[in-house]
């Protein structure tokens, strides 16, 4: 995954729309609260069972909602100067040493 390429998409549209100014590392966290309660409304009610057997459609829409939270979280490290991978990579190395260890 080019994570660079999915950025600049996302800027491009925020310059063509003029909605940089507004995408603050604070208004970036809201939106991606907001895409993240898209996402659990998919599945809102549903049965496990029912996940399992969802249409092509519905699966096409979870995808929208894990790219649109893709991006901003994207956005939002990237204003806020953080390395994502980097802060995965610790992240990992923590979660090891408190649950394996």
Request: glycine content about 0%; overall charge negative.
């Amino acid at each position: 995954m080019d994570t660079r390429r999915i950025l600049e998409a996302f800027d491009r549209i925020a310059r063509e729309r003029n909605w940089l100014p507004l995408q603050t590392p604070k208004n970036l966290a809201i939106a991606l609260a907001n895409e993240t309660a898209e996402l659990l409304h998919e599945f809102q009610w549903l049965t496990d069972e029912q996940v399992d057997e969802m249409n092509p459609k519905q699966r096409e829409r979870v995808a929208h909602e894990a790219a649109d939270i893709l991006m901003y979280l994207l956005a939002l490290c990237d204003r806020m100067g953080i390395d994502l991978e980097q802060a995965v990579e610790a992240k990992i190395a923590i979660n090891e040493e408190r649950f394996l260890k």
